[in-house]
């Protein structure tokens, strides 16, 4: 038990990565940390806007180069910190995706190549913008949510591409001739359509199909309630269900993470520490093998019992 103790009092007063990645995890963990990173990122979104006026960069090119770099260096520090806050499990920061878009961004600005093309630069600056959401959970929920949707989204287009076609046809049959400049082509049909899909113009196209047919009334109400109505309704479905899909990721990342952490070790009760309870049994043992040594030696000075004397204890008192 005295060498366990050792061991662990020789672990503890060494520190390393368990240690440093406690320290780094409480900075990352602090209020004031985040919101000093989410403010020099707004800050650099500001500074990306303001170099879009000439004249302000022209009379103003120190200084905003000068906030650029300590942009840069806040978030190479925020980056330090965050690897450090997982120096004793370097896998669990390769793990998050967020961990590694950060990490990319802030190498790519120290790349010559990167800092010498004025457009890539500026597009990368333009990316740190979307970091945002590592610090808002809803707009990070979002965020998951589209990318999710996106296998979902892409049946969405294909049907609504197949509808387009197929009604860009019929309106090229029936109105080509009469109406060439809405249905004179296969495109501008596409086109035409693709307008009312979101009621563009709608009225107008109905009172010019009827003045051509009466049929014309069945062709834009069938093609609206199809793709306006159902298609639109099936995209905002797969938006809602990936977004219950997303939140319920997020739910099982924090399970994971709070699981993750080292459990604390459970409080001793204070002045009874390991080693004061070591003390205080053998102290018991002690006291108990002297209460022993005692009676052993009081049953070793008492006389043994005469033969055929009875267990009736002495009267006190002799007759005279």
């Not at 906030?67 to 920061?93: K, M, N, Q, S, W």
């Not at 979002?142 to 019929?170: D, I």
């Not at 109905?206 to 306006?228: Q, T």
Request: glycine content about 6%.
């Amino acid at each position: 038990m005295s060498e366990q103790y050792d061991q662990r009092t020789a672990v503890e007063s060494r520190p390393g990565r368990p240690e440093l990645a406690r320290r780094c995890r409480r900075v990352t963990e602090a209020r004031w940390f985040a919101v000093t990173v989410l403010t020099v990122i707004l800050l650099n979104a500001a500074l990306l806007g303001l170099e879009t006026y000439s004249g302000l960069v022209e009379e103003w090119h120190h200084w905003l180069r000068l906030a650029e770099h300590g942009c840069l260096a806040v978030f190479t520090a925020e980056i330090l910190v965050r690897l450090g806050a997982h120096a004793d499990r370097p896998r669990g920061f390769l793990k998050d995706p967020w961990n590694l878009f950060d990490l990319a961004v802030v190498l790519c600005a120290f790349l010559p190549l990167v800092r010498e093309n004025t457009t890539v630069l500026r597009l990368l600056r333009l990316a740190r913008v979307l970091r945002t959401a590592r610090f808002l959970p809803q707009l990070r929920i979002v965020l998951v949510a589209v990318g999710r949707s996106l296998p979902g989204t892409l049946s969405f287009l294909l049907v609504g591409a197949l509808l387009l076609y197929v009604y860009a046809m019929v309106g090229w049959v029936f109105f080509g001739r009469q109406d060439p400049e809405h249905y004179g082509s296969i495109g501008r049909a596409v086109l035409t359509l693709f307008l009312l899909m979101i009621l563009d113009g709608i009225g107008d196209a109905i009172h010019a199909g009827l003045e051509i047919s009466r049929w014309s009334l069945l062709y834009y109400a069938s093609y609206v309630l199809l793709a306006s109505f159902v298609l639109v309704n099936v995209l905002i479905g797969v938006v809602i269900t990936s977004l219950e899909e997303a939140r319920e990721m997020e739910e099982e990342q924090d399970a994971r993470d709070t699981a993750a952490e080292p459990s604390p070790s459970p409080p001793q009760e204070p002045g009874r520490p390991e080693e004061d309870d070591r003390r205080l049994l053998l102290e018991r043992l002690a006291a108990a093998r002297q209460a022993l040594d005692a009676l052993e030696r009081d049953l070793v000075g008492t006389p043994p019992p005469l033969a055929g004397a009875t267990s009736t204890p002495p009267t006190t008192g002799a007759r005279p």
